[in-house]
């Protein structure tokens, strides 16, 4: 099953080359031109990852809206103007983006970018309560397991751990042994 990526980018020239990029790859590619169109294909369609090019509309996926329904959760991936910074990386991550690509867009930037976004397109399907207590029981076996390997220490430092827990429950590939003893 090809994961479905959400397409969302006012320039047509830019989406059809990442569109074609991507369907080459073996993505589903949902094409979307304003973000009211954004908004109906990720509830209606319910994609494994969105791609978009305009920041209120990543909020608006984090946020919800009233009576709309979609995965409130699904990766999103902010593709930046081209003269972009930190602060507009900043503001990205602010309101709810996973991560950000400026322009000009290297393919392979976004490729990487892509397979670095923890999603899971068969679990994206389920409910966030029953992902969460699956992941809850794994997280917890991890742990327990690493600490046993590690002399109770899983990370080096605090920024360490905060990348660790964003990576949605899926730390333990990510754990640095200590230098401690």
């Not at 899983?154 to 990510?174: D, E, K």
Request: aromatic share 10%.
């Amino acid at each position: 099953m090809a994961a479905a990526v959400l397409l969302s980018h006012s320039e047509s020239d830019i989406r059809d080359y990442l569109a074609r990029q991507l369907l080459t790859d073996g993505f589903e590619v949902l094409n979307a031109r304003f973000g009211g169109e954004t908004l109906d294909l990720a509830e209606r369609l319910l994609p494994d990852l969105v791609l978009v090019s305009e920041l209120d509309l990543c909020a608006r996926l984090r946020e919800g809206a009233p009576g709309r329904t979609w995965n409130r959760e699904v990766p999103v991936i902010v593709l930046g103007p081209e003269r972009a910074d930190a602060v507009d990386r900043l503001r990205a991550f602010q309101r709810g983006a996973d991560d950000y690509v400026h322009r000009p867009i290297v393919y392979e930037e976004l490729l990487g970018s892509v397979s670095t976004t923890s999603f899971d397109p068969v679990s994206t399907s389920r409910s966030w309560q029953s992902r969460f207590r699956s992941d809850r029981s794994y997280l917890l076996k991890e742990v327990k397991r690493l600490s046993r390997e590690r002399g109770g220490f899983l990370f080096r430092t605090n920024v360490q751990q905060r990348q660790a827990f964003a990576c949605r429950f899926r730390f333990a590939r990510f754990a640095v042994p200590s230098r401690r003893g």
